[in-house]
């Protein structure tokens, strides 16, 4: 025997035998029934982004450093 039960807080489990069952019905729980209502968890409050899309240009050098240029100033 296959019994579903719903908990509030623990939400739902498969019993497999009549003691299991009956010991669980004391603690709270109740055998699920397609009479049975749910009750849906209160969604989060929707997030709000603080933060702003700023676009930026990355500057790019005029010219191309090469190894020899570094040296030079030395």
């Known amino acids: ?3 579903v039960l719903t908990h509030p807080q623990h939400g739902a489990k498969v019993a497999t ?3 299991e069952i009956q010991q669980d019905e004391k603690n709270g ?3 699920y029934t397609s009479a049975t209502p749910v009750e ?3 969604a ?3 997030r709000k982004y603080t ?3 700023v676009e ?3 500057e790019q050098p005029n010219e191309k450093i090469s190894a020899s ?3 030079e100033g030395e």
């Open 1 to 3: 025997m296959h019994v």
């Open 69 to 71: 240029d570094e040296s």
């Open 44 to 46: 989060a409050p929707k």
């Open 17 to 19: 035998n009549e003691i």
């Open 40 to 42: 849906e968890p209160e």
């Open 51 to 53: 933060r702003r899309v």
């Open 56 to 58: 930026q240009s990355i």
């Open 29 to 31: 729980w109740v055998r």
